[in-house]
């Protein structure tokens, strides 16, 4: 915590302003009175973890997994189909397909 009025780095610093700094320049600082230890409950708390969404298992490709299959299929649910994907982006859009 900052008790007189100095610069670190790029930032000027006001008395009552906390910042965090290496240990060893952090006693220099309290040496030559220009800041202190603050005490440990000022901080604030840690933001919740946040918990990731349950992983969702790919459907059962079509005959085998070959990617006519999952063409036919992902046509059969509604989806428009690019000649261009593959088996990975055919799963992900019946997926999305099916889960909306």
């Given at each position: 915590?900052?008790?007189?009025?100095h610069?670190?780095?790029?930032?000027?610093?006001?008395?009552?302003?906390e910042y965090?700094v290496?240990?060893r320049?952090?006693?220099?600082?309290?040496?030559?009175?220009k800041?202190?230890?603050?005490?440990?409950?000022?901080?604030?708390?840690?933001?919740?973890s946040q918990?990731?969404?349950p992983?969702r298992?790919?459907?059962?490709?079509?005959?085998?997994?070959d990617?006519?299959?999952?063409r036919?299929?992902?046509?059969?649910?509604?989806?428009?189909?690019?000649?261009?994907?593959?088996?990975?982006?055919?799963?992900?859009?019946?997926t999305k397909?099916?889960?909306?």
């Amino acid at each position: 915590m900052v008790l007189k009025p100095h610069r670190y780095g790029t930032r000027h610093l006001v008395a009552g302003d906390e910042y965090e700094v290496p240990l060893r320049e952090a006693v220099a600082l309290v040496v030559s009175k220009k800041a202190k230890f603050a005490v440990e409950a000022a901080r604030p708390p840690d933001p919740p973890s946040q918990v990731p969404p349950p992983v969702r298992s790919l459907p059962e490709p079509a005959v085998g997994g070959d990617l006519e299959g999952l063409r036919a299929r992902a046509r059969a649910i509604g989806v428009e189909v690019d000649g261009r994907w593959g088996t990975a982006r055919l799963r992900d859009e019946i997926t999305k397909a099916t889960a909306g």
